[in-house]
């Protein structure tokens, strides 16, 4: 059973960065596409990034800002976020599926049957 968890979330001002890390376990990471999703208050879930392959995805309003990464060695995600803004506080999401579908795909339509961290809370203040 994979099982996933975030961390790195917290509160900062704007301008400032964070990095986010997903922790994968339960088995070999090395055949998953990772992705960070988000859900802010009162808002439907976006995915903000993804990394499948070769293949990645963002979202227009982090582009330039974040970059999403892994270590398939350490079974590990990232999701450096800089330039922070107050529109992205959210609790973000690590979420990983096997195979590489195109990244696009992945942001549309993640499979909801895979797995999902339990969210980390990202704070911005103005």
């Known amino acids: 059973q994979v099982h996933l968890e975030e961390y790195g979330g917290g509160l900062v001002q704007a301008g400032e960065s964070l990095r986010l890390s997903c922790a994968v376990s339960?088995?070999?990471?090395?055949?998953?596409?990772v992705a960070w999703f988000r859900r802010a208050p009162g808002r439907e879930r976006e995915c903000v990034a993804v990394?499948?392959?070769?293949?990645?995805y963002y979202l227009d309003s982090v582009k330039g800002r974040f970059t999403i990464s892994r270590n398939s060695v350490r079974n590990m995600g990232y999701l450096q976020m800089n330039n922070l803004k107050p529109e992205d506080t959210a609790v973000y999401y690590c979420?990983?599926?096997?195979?590489?579908?195109?990244?696009?795909?992945?942001?549309?339509?993640?499979?909801?049957?895979?797995?999902w961290g339990q969210g980390t809370q990202v704070t911005v203040s103005s």
């Open positions: 979420h990983v599926e096997p195979g590489y579908r195109d990244a696009s795909v992945i942001a549309r339509t993640p499979n909801e049957a895979n797995y």
């Open positions: 339960g088995h070999p990471f090395h055949n998953y596409a």
């Open positions: 990394s499948s392959g070769s293949d990645r």
